[in-house]
């Protein structure tokens, strides 16, 4: 889908979507601001495109975290797209980037980025990821947004490594009148686990969501873990977990290519949630992680409250990258 269709279609939306599209849009502005601007800069400072033209390209693209690698293929098959033949003045390239990175992240492939909840039994989330990238909150987040669809939710504080992460899971239990699971600091994980899906079989639940321990900097452990966690849910419920999400600050940029890594050696992940997509002028991490890894975002971050952790919507966020301020 072309750019001005893109742009043409939000403005026709109901209320609802189209206040989606502008949440997007709000919480990518630093993102937009800065790739708009040097495209924008490059575009003007051309007359004709060369290829000065496309390694000025790769390296604003690169700054924007699509990530070298990532970077230097979509350059290659921008500039074999035939469409790029007839192109007389540089600006003409803006749609066929947009059309290109259309292609990039759905690889041509229909791309599912809804969760996978099942409708008459326990569905299992398995949340994972390094300390400090909004792990716990984002559980709440999304526990906030089932339950507001409906769902009878339950938490279960399965990093018991840190007390505060226990704590912090039981603080937002509170809040948002959901019941936890939990035991002391330094007991073994899997046990809450299983504890949670008896008490989730017992009183009905819908959905069970899973925290787990960060400490990637002993991944042979952390692998034990959740390999362990993995068995409990298997033989409690044979086709769970239905969802190992991890989650990525993305304003740690790079790093957080590196934490998807890491984390898909150890573990079945099914998706990414991003925290502060809004936070950050690098959020082309979004279409680095599906090219590199091959993994679908389910969520962005896109602001403090409850409801700015949004599903994931492919032109939502295509719209937010390019789309004009004053639209």
Not at 109 to 124: A, G, P, R
Not at 134 to 159: C, S
Not at 275 to 299: E, H, Q
Not at 301 to 312: A, R, S, T
Request: aromatic share 8%; glycine share 8%; proline share 2%.
């Amino acid at each position: 889908m072309g750019l001005f269709s893109i742009f043409k279609k939000k403005k026709s939306q109901d209320n609802k979507a189209l206040e989606k599209a502008n949440k997007y849009k709000l919480g990518m502005a630093k993102t937009r601001n800065g790739l708009m601007n040097k495209l924008k800069g490059l575009f003007t400072s051309y007359n004709e495109v060369t290829e000065d033209l496309f390694d000025d390209l790769t390296d604003i693209f690169i700054m924007a975290d699509i990530g070298v690698e990532t970077t230097l293929d979509f350059i290659e098959e921008l500039k074999e797209d035939e469409r790029v033949e007839d192109v007389t003045t540089p600006e003409e390239l803006h749609p066929i980037i947009v059309d290109k990175m259309f292609e990039l992240y759905l690889k041509n492939e229909i791309v599912d980025t809804s969760l996978n909840i099942k409708e008459d039994d326990l569905s299992v989330l398995l949340f994972v990821g390094v300390n400090g990238v909004g792990k716990t909150t984002t559980i709440a987040k999304i526990a906030h947004r089932l339950v507001e669809e409906g769902k009878k939710v339950l938490l279960a504080a399965g990093d018991t490594f840190r007390a505060g992460a226990i704590d912090q899971l039981k603080v937002w239990g509170e809040r948002l009148g959901l019941n936890v699971v939990c035991k002391a600091e330094g007991s073994d994980p899997s046990s809450v686990i299983f504890d949670a899906i008896q008490i989730a079989k017992e009183e009905k639940y819908d959905v069970l969501l899973c925290d787990t321990a960060g400490r990637l900097q002993n991944k042979t452990n952390l692998m034990a873990e959740l390999e362990k966690m993995n068995r409990v849910i298997k033989k409690e419920i044979p086709d769970g977990p239905h969802e190992t999400l991890l989650v990525i600050d993305a304003t740690t940029g790079q790093n957080g290519l590196s934490q998807a890594e890491a984390f898909k050696e150890i573990t079945d992940v099914t998706g990414v949630v991003l925290t502060k997509l809004d936070g950050t002028s690098k959020g082309g991490i979004v279409l680095a992680i599906r090219d590199k890894y091959n993994l679908p975002i389910k969520f962005v971050g896109l602001g403090e409250k409850m409801e700015d952790l949004e599903y994931f919507d492919l032109e939502d966020y295509i719209y937010g990258l390019f789309g004009d301020d004053d639209e």
